[in-house]
């Protein structure tokens, strides 16, 4: 996260010959994170929609900033739902049941040396 400063005015005292300088800092690229809606907000988006409203009469009424309300609407117009897409990321080494077998084998015997847990899956 990228944090700037910026330096907004410089301010001389004349009575004390004091120089300050007043920073406002921005802790945020393209504006504050907002949480992500939920399905039911956005059927009841998609419904509004459906019944006749505009985007800037759905805004007002769910208050919601009005580009949200139109990527809402264009994910359903091109995909026809409105469910999240199934998020990518780094698949799994192991299946659950390799994962309950070195926690088994673990338990059994807690002062077992890693070379020897780790021959078991070998």
Avoid at 6 to 23: A, P, S, T, W
Avoid at 63 to 80: A, Q, S
Wanted: one cysteine or more.
């Amino acid at each position: 996260m990228k944090v700037f400063r910026k330096v907004i005015d410089l301010i001389r005292h004349r009575k004390f010959g004091i120089v300050c300088f007043v920073y406002i800092s921005y802790s945020f690229e393209n504006g504050p994170k907002r949480k992500e809606l939920s399905l039911s907000e956005k059927n009841a988006i998609a419904a509004l929609h459906k019944a006749g409203m505009k985007g800037p009469d759905i805004a007002r009424q769910t208050r919601h900033p009005l580009p949200t309300i139109f990527r809402v609407l264009n994910r359903f117009k091109g995909r026809g739902s409105l469910e999240n897409k199934e998020r990518t990321g780094r698949p799994n080494l192991l299946t659950p049941r390799d994962t309950r077998k070195i926690c088994t084998t673990v338990k059994s015997d807690r002062k077992r040396p890693l070379h020897e847990i780790t021959a078991v899956f070998q």
